[in-house]
C-alpha cells in the first residue's frame, strides 16, 4: 500500500478538488534547503545555497555563496529586511501596495506551492476547468492593490501543479510564471522538487534537498545590518538596482 501510485483524476473537478486539498489547506510551520541558481537569457549568475523558515506571514532566508554567509533575507507581514553581506548594504522598509502583486503576493511567491491564502484560495475555488494535454487548466482572475491579475494554473493528471502564469493588471502581458517539478515526499510532506520563476529575461530556479516541519518559536530572524553598513530604504531605486545585480534577475526600470 505504500508504495501505491495515485490514480489519475477522473474529471477536472475531481483534479481541482485534490489539488486544493494537498496544497490549500495551511502550511504549518516550516524549514527547507536548497540550491538557487539564476539565469539571464542564456547566462548564468550563480548559485545560492539557501536556508528557509517560515511561519504564517514570516519568511527568513540565509543564502551562502560556497562557505560565505551572502544573503539575509526577512520577511514580517509587509516589512522586509535584506543584507547582501559581501556588499556590506541592507535594505529595510515597508514592501509598496502599489507593485507587483503587493506584499501578499510576494509572501505567496516565496513559498509558490502553498496556495491556502484567503485571497488566492477564493479565486481557484471561483476557477474555470478545462482539459488540455496532459492535464488540466485552472483559469481565473485573483486581485491586488494594482488591480485584476488574470492567470492559469496548470496541473497534472493527478490534481499536482505544473505551471501557473500570472499576468500583469488588465491583462497586458506576463507578470510572472511559475514552473514545478515533479512532486516527491520529504519529511515535512509533499512538494516539488524544483521550481522556478521566470521574470522577463530572468529565471530563478530551486531545487529543493530538504522540507521538515518546525514549531514557530524556533523560527529565528536575521541578524541585524553591522554599524558601518550603509542600510538602504526599499524606495531607493539604488537598492532595487542592487538586489536584482545581485540576484541576477530584472532589469533597471522593469516593474518587479
Known amino acids: 500500500m505504500g508504495c501505491a501510485r495515485v490514480p489519475p483524476a477522473a474529471s477536472g473537478a475531481d483534479a481541482r478538488a485534490r489539488f486544493l486539498d494537498t496544497y490549500a489547506r495551511g502550511e504549518p510551520a516550516s524549514r527547507g534547503a536548497g540550491a538557487l541558481s539564476a539565469r539571464r537569457g542564456t547566462k548564468r ?49 515597508l514592501l509598496p501596495r502599489n507593485e507587483g502583486l503587493g506584499a501578499r503576493g510576494l509572501r505567496f511567491l516565496t513559498r509558490p506551492w502553498d496556495f491556502s491564502s484567503a485571497w488566492i484560495h477564493g479565486a481557484l475555488e471561483r476557477t474555470s476547468v478545462e482539459s488540455v494535454e496532459k492535464g488540466y487548466r485552472l483559469s481565473g482572475t485573483i486581485d491586488s492593490d494594482r488591480g485584476t491579475h488574470p492567470y492559469s494554473l496548470d496541473l497534472d493528471p493527478k490534481g499536482d501543479p505544473k505551471r501557473l502564469r500570472i499576468g500583469r493588471a488588465g491583462g497586458e502581458g506576463t507578470l510572472i510564471i511559475v514552473r514545478y517539478g515533479p512532486t516527491r515526499s520529504y519529511r515535512g510532506g509533499r512538494l516539488p522538487r524544483w521550481i522556478e520563476w521566470e521574470h522577463g529575461p530572468s529565471l530563478l530556479r530551486l531545487a529543493v534537498a530538504e522540507y521538515a516541519r518546525t514549531t514557530p518559536g524556533r523560527l529565528r530572524h536575521s541578524p541585524a545590518a553591522d554599524p558601518e553598513w550603509e542600510v538602504m530604504t526599499l524606495d531607493d531605486p539604488r537598492s532595487r538596482d542592487l538586489l536584482r545585480r545581485f540576484l541576477g534577475v530584472g532589469e533597471t526600470g522593469v516593474e518587479p
Open 45 to 93: 549568475q550563480g548559485t545560492l545555497d539557501l536556508r528557509w523558515a517560515s511561519s504564517a506571514e514570516s519568511v527568513v532566508v540565509v543564502g551562502f555563496a560556497g562557505p560565505v554567509r551572502a544573503l539575509d533575507a526577512t520577511l514580517l507581514g509587509e516589512s522586509v529586511y535584506v543584507a547582501l553581506r559581501p556588499m556590506d548594504l541592507g535594505m529595510a522598509g
